[in-house]
């Protein structure tokens, strides 16, 4: 007997029920299953990596769906570079399966986009996912509160070390976020600088906890130079 199959899977365009057929679901790069629950890297023992420990970041943890690998980086890019938004709740829908409802915080900050590159791309790609996310979630979307002031140049091809250079004094943020706990949704994260650097501004402002939620975990081939 034939099953018909309403969809397509975005991977190998086989038949399935959902966007992404099982099997294409089960190869998935997921992350290990022990890793820091600060920054996300994976662990051998203990619940926070050493890096971690000695220079705390001013995210308290981070929620990630996979790390970046194939073929979760060719979505990512897809989506971002090819503006493939059909790919947006496939990508919320997989961080939603990490996200337990014990942690949930009162608002989602969608990653800010510099204006400049707002209008080059036409979209910021964080908040396609984060607005899919915050549904699911039934935790609010906190989109202006933050700006990216300043266009650092990409963060890709620099140094480790240079991307905490580069990314200081990027963002502004004037709300009151008193005893707040926000999390920040970000497509990918790498070093974690970025996520750093915002987080710094969401504690001045007054959040309690900020929480790092991404689509995709860079792991470092060396040990990272951190925070
Ligand atoms: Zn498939
Ligand atoms: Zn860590």
Redesign the pocket.
Known sequence: MQVLFAKRCLLCGGASDSELCSPCHASLPHLPSRH??????P?TTAD??????AHP?AFDRSIAAASYAFPIDALLRSLKYQANLALAPVLADLLSARIGAAELPDFILPMPLHPSKLRERGFNQASEIARRVSKKAGVALLPLACRRIKDAPSQTGLPWKEREKNIRDAFACEADLTGRRIAVLDDVMTTGATMNELAKILRKCGASRVSAWVVARTFPDRPQAHF
């Open positions: 820091c629950v600060v920054c996300a890297l662990l926070v990596c050493g890096a971690c420990l970041p």
